[in-house]
């Protein structure tokens, strides 16, 4: 599974510039029309992930959440990397600790996880990930227009158009501000569990894989080591090459 699908980014230029042309933008999909919601946090993992869908406590989480309207699981979802880089920030009210955020313009490339779901279903994750509940429909016109809406200044707030996946748009939602100008803080060892379990679950990743990516991630790096990490993700792998668990704030 180390092979990841490539998105056709909306511009031939990366990191992401915008506007967007919008001669290059899909048509905003209705409720029930499909998108790509990708999960660059422990959403990558299905077990995660079925929290916000069907509703539930994911393990080691401080929040129930009352899933979407349509639980249904993603019809696919297969492993992506996205231009930009991952970082941890603020205090989850989930896990404690950093929380994972995204940044279209940092370097590198992110490991991510493509989830194929209805726009209607990626409006209540979204609503979920800022601490509310579903019943809203996001206007998509704006972000597949420019690549870029931020919809409030919070945590979650920004809906980012990264492309397409075979035909249809790749979206998620992250902070306004750039990597630059976040409060890192390093996040909890039960939170990147949960990412390393969404590693696994999406690109196949060992434990000492995951544990080398996200110990160099800002806001993380300095505070874990990679055999600190390892350690804290051993216990619940009994030793194997793999981790496992769920998570995402």
């Keep these: 599974m180390e092979d990841s699908l490539p998105i056709r980014p909306i511009r031939p230029i990366l990191p992401i510039r915008w506007p967007v042309d919008p001669a290059d933008a899909a048509d905003a999909p209705g409720r029930d029309g499909p998108v790509w919601y990708a999960a660059y946090g422990s959403n990558m993992h299905t077990e995660r992930l079925a929290c916000y869908l069907g509703g539930g406590r994911p393990a080691d989480g401080a929040r129930e959440y009352p899933g979407c309207r349509d639980g249904r699981p993603p019809r696919r ?35 991510a996880r493509a989830h194929l779901l209805t726009a209607g279903q990626f409006s209540d994750i979204a609503a979920q990930e800022t601490g509310g509940g579903p019943g809203t429909d996001l206007d998509l016109g704006t972000v597949l227009r420019t690549g870029r809406d931020q919809q409030g200044p919070g945590r979650y707030r920004t809906l980012v158009c990264l492309g397409t996946l075979e035909g249809l748009p790749v979206l998620t939602v992250t902070a306004p501000w750039r990597l630059a100008e976040a409060e890192l803080n390093a996040p909890r060892a039960r939170y990147l569990r949960a990412i390393a379990a969404g590693l696994t679950d999406a690109h196949g990743w060992s434990a000492r894989r995951a544990s080398v990516y996200l110990t160099t991630r800002p806001g993380a790096a300095g505070h874990w080591t ?20 769920s998570g995402r704030d």
């Design 226 to 245: 990679v055999e600190s990490l390892y350690a804290a993700l051993a216990p619940h792998t009994g030793g194997s090459a793999s981790a496992t668990g």
């Design 77 to 111: 979802s297969v492993p992506v990397r996205l231009p930009g880089s991952l970082y941890f920030a603020l205090e989850s009210r989930v896990w404690g600790g950093g929380m994972a955020f995204y940044d279209p313009y940092g370097p590198g490339t992110a490991p």
